[in-house]
């Protein structure tokens, strides 16, 4: 049974940077294939992906946002770390992590979201 | 990379069918995944690779992908159909998710 869990502060301050943690269950980041994204939504908004780490160490970003961004995993401890630096009012959004699958087929290559964590609500605010 | 648009909102008649869109430049030439957010809820997959259910997913959902337009039907549709649709492919290194449809149950 996967499941995914994210934990952090619930209230940053602009400029702060956050730090997010993905807490896994039922599956590795070693073993081959296997993905973890970070994915946020605004309220009311649409969702936005922001980073993903693979089982092999390859990372990959959102372009707008990857120079706030930083992502890593900690093998032992079934976790992965998403850090936005620079916080902003209109980061304020549900931050989800996902687990994906490296797929390869008919000559193309995809990656899709099969499990989720519920969502940790992040505020920036002063 | 990719844009993928996606109508605003949908409404459908109870146990009607109805066809949500995703248009992008040669989609087809790309896997279309297809998520059901509820309100307050995380997302759901429903359809991956253009047209494949995950274990648990009614055969009332089924996709289609072809030229510029990806296509998520629902037919024979309920109440507890409600809820927000996303499509969303992989493109040039990155993920590109839809604008969202929110679809109606009349």
């Known amino acids: 049974q996967v499941t995914l869990r994210e934990s952090g502060p619930a209230l940053v301050k602009p400029t702060q940077t956050l730090t997010l943690t993905c807490t896994f269950s039922?599956?590795?980041?070693?073993?081959?294939?296997?993905?973890v994204s970070w994915i946020r939504q605004p309220p009311g908004r649409a969702l936005e992906w922001l980073a993903r780490?693979?089982?092999?160490?390859?990372?990959f970003y959102n372009t707008s946002l990857k120079t706030r961004l930083s992502i890593s995993k900690d093998i032992s401890k079934n976790q992965v770390v998403l850090t936005m630096t620079n916080m902003d009012p209109v980061d304020t959004a549900t931050y989800y992590c996902?687990?994906?699958?490296?797929?390869?087929?008919?000559?193309?290559?995809?990656?899709?979201?099969?499990?989720w964590g519920q969502g940790t609500l992040v505020t920036v605010s002063s | 990379s990719s844009e993928l648009t996606q109508s605003l909102s949908v409404s459908v008649a109870l146990g009607q069918t109805a066809r949500i869109t995703c248009g992008g430049n040669n989609i087809g030439s790309k896997n279309v995944h297809w998520y059901q957010q509820k309100t307050g809820q995380a997302p759901v997959l429903v359809i991956y690779r253009d047209s494949n259910r995950p274990s648990g997913i009614p055969e009332r959902f089924s996709g289609s992908n072809s030229g510029n337009t990806a296509t998520l039907t629902i037919s024979r549709a309920q109440a507890g159909d409600e809820a927000d649709y996303y499509c969303?492919?992989?493109?040039?290194?990155?993920?590109?998710f839809g604008g969202g449809t929110k679809v109606t149950v009349l």
């Open positions: 996902a687990r994906s699958i490296y797929y390869y087929g008919s000559g193309r290559y995809t990656n899709y979201f099969d499990y």
């Open positions: 039922g599956f590795s980041l070693s073993t081959s294939a296997m993905c």
């Open positions: 780490i693979d089982w092999d160490d390859d990372k």
């Open positions: 969303q492919v992989w493109d040039s290194r990155t993920v590109v």
